[in-house]
């Protein structure tokens, strides 16, 4: 493996968090669209987008590197765990 990275965090990255619920099977051009419309941001800025699943099984998380979209989804492997809407603490 290489030194390189899928998403190198800094402390200049934007990261934006989407407070709605997406529809879990929405891929680059519609998180994208969400970006500008939701969000009022722009996809191409290099921040990171963060979307969290309708069912709050899954979280989607968009960037671009510049030459191109990566879209990431992360569900986690237990049936108990969930991304819930409800506050952390």
């Given at each position: 493996m290489g030194d390189d990275l899928l998403i190198q965090i800094t402390p200049q990255l934007r990261i934006l968090?989407?407070?709605?619920?997406?529809?879990?099977?929405?891929?680059?051009d519609s998180l994208a669209q969400l970006c500008r419309e939701k969000l009022d941001a722009d996809p191409f800025s290099g921040c990171l987008f963060i979307f969290?699943?309708?069912?709050?099984?899954?979280?989607?998380?968009?960037?671009?590197?510049?030459?191109?979209?990566?879209?990431?989804?992360?569900?986690?492997?237990?049936?108990?765990?969930?991304?819930?809407?409800?506050?952390?603490?």
């Open positions: 968090v989407a407070i709605e619920a997406i529809d879990g099977r929405k891929g680059i969290r699943s309708r069912s709050a099984k899954s979280i989607r998380i968009l960037a671009y590197d510049g030459q191109g979209f990566w879209l990431a989804t992360n569900q986690p492997s237990s049936h108990y765990a969930s991304f819930s809407s409800s506050p952390a603490f």
